[in-house]
């Protein structure tokens, strides 16, 4: 799938979070890594920019992650 920047000075957590659901787990990782040189453009895109979009990456819990609350 490619998506197409929408407006100007929008950040790539951004769109993860509207195309993925979320902006963790690896998914601005997956957008930065299917899209070459997309980090190099800085932390805003510009309206029409197209990226290349992934599968959204599997998650697993990180066994080494402590949460006081649990």
Not at 18 to 25: D, K, P, S
Not at 26 to 45: D, F, H, I, K, R
């Amino acid at each position: 799938m490619v998506y197409e920047v929408q407006t100007d000075r929008e950040r790539i957590d951004r769109i993860a979070g509207r195309l993925y659901g979320t902006a963790t787990g690896g998914t601005v990782e997956a957008l930065l890594a299917a899209n070459p040189g997309l980090a190099a453009e800085g932390a805003y895109l510009v309206r029409g920019r197209k990226i290349r979009v992934p599968a959204k990456p599997a998650t697993t819990p990180d066994p080494a992650l402590t949460r006081p609350w649990e």
